[in-house]
């Protein structure tokens, strides 16, 4: 494998500033890689998102990498022990926005479909790169309308390696192969407002509303399975009051959010919480928003040659996992029955100095060109 090759493309990625949903020319940049490596290029541009789908090959199997371009914002610059988008080499480390989250692994798609496409110009099946810059945001003309286009021309995936950070202590020690489903609300609670020196003649939401909020909080919603984890609940904010000490509010509003395994379903956890806010005789409103069905990928070839990958070239035993947050896979699974995430550790992401170690930038490419040479022999 040429030496750096990785890190050389990842710093490239990373000097171009991405903040979602821009891409800063990231795609345009891996475009031009891959076309010389025989790839054909399809800019899917849908809002002020572009999305890339690059290529090589007309059969099956169809082997594809998924990522994103885009990163979140840096947070206080002043903070950073270097420019963020001024890609830096220290103590074994490069550091930038998106070095782990995940400009990197990308730069590890590239130089391993290239190493690969050098050893097997006649490969067998297909390679393809789906890359969006709408991840890290609303994640609404991303990915999922790049499958609905794929899906209308009936040009599906047989497996996905999706670059997502997902390794915890070392590179490789942690897989995913499903994520669990996000439901939020917004409670909204009215009490009558007035004086806090006369409370008969006020309604005080906030204490309405503690008792059914403490039952929400300790209530136990299912107790996971195998792959997942029991359901979790937790409010994220709370909004009330006029800014004065001496007025009781009128309302409040109670943002929450569900993390919920396949135990549990979107329509479910909705018939509960409102049993519960009926029963505590609360005048209130809630809305949803659906930001994710839980899914488990096919435990299949994939998984085993992405473990077998992990092992040889990283000397880790990997684990499956469904932790964390969403991430695109919940879209690539509709026209993909394998879907894996393995990338780089996950501790500094999103973080001030985001950084990846230069080891693993030298040993993900390794992993995804294994992966690649079993699955297209």
């Known amino acids: 494998m040429p030496e750096h090759a990785s890190l050389e493309l990842a710093k490239e990625l990373i000097a171009r500033r991405s903040v979602t949903p821009e891409d800063g020319g990231c795609q345009d940049l891996l475009a031009a890689r891959l076309s010389k490596a025989g790839f054909r290029n399809e800019s899917m541009k849908f809002g002020d998102v572009t999305n890339l789908w690059s290529r090589r090959g007309s059969a099956s199997p169809v082997v594809c990498f998924a990522g994103h371009t885009d990163v979140v914002p840096t947070g206080p610059l002043a903070e950073w022990h270097s420019d963020p988008f001024v890609p830096t080499v220290r103590d074994g480390k490069l550091y930038g926005r998106g070095a782990a989250d995940m400009k990197s692994s990308i730069a590890a798609f590239v130089v ?42 009936n040009e599906g995936i047989d497996y996905c390696i999706v670059g997502e950070p997902s390794s915890v202590d070392r590179l490789g020690d942690t897989l995913k192969n499903g994520r669990r489903g996000s439901l939020s609300g917004r409670l909204t609670v009215k009490g009558i407002q007035g004086h806090v020196a006369y409370p008969h003649l006020v309604k005080n939401p906030i204490h309405l509303a503690a008792p059914a909020l403490a039952e929400l909080a300790s209530t136990k919603w299912d107790k996971g399975n195998e792959a997942f984890p029991p ?45 519960i806010l009926k029963k505590h005789g609360l005048e209130y409103a809630v809305s949803w928003v659906l930001g994710a069905k839980p899914f488990l990928s ?80």
């Open 231 to 275: 359901t979790s609940f937790q409010i994220s904010n709370i909004h009330a009051g006029t800014g004065a000490h001496n007025v009781v509010p009128g309302s409040v509003e109670i943002d929450f959010n569900f993390r919920f395994s396949t135990e549990s379903t979107e329509a479910s956890l909705k018939q509960r919480v409102e049993a």
């Open 112 to 153: 391993a479909a290239e190493l690969f496409v050098k050893e097997k110009p006649g490969h067998s099946g297909s390679i393809a790169l789906l890359i969006t810059s709408d991840e890290e945001g609303p994640a609404v003309d991303g990915t999922v309308r790049v499958v609905e286009a794929l899906k209308k021309r």
């Open 298 to 377: 096919k435990n299949g070839r994939l998984a085993k040659i992405a473990t077998e990958a992990a092992k040889t070239n990283a000397g880790v035993s990997a684990e499956l996992a469904t932790t964390g947050g969403t991430s695109d896979a919940r879209f690539i699974i509709d026209i993909c029955p394998e879907v894996i995430e393995i990338g780089p550790v996950n501790a500094s992401i999103h973080k001030l100095n985001e950084h990846i170690t230069l080891d693993e930038l030298e040993i993900l490419p390794r992993i995804y060109l294994d992966v690649l040479r079993k699955l297209l022999p």
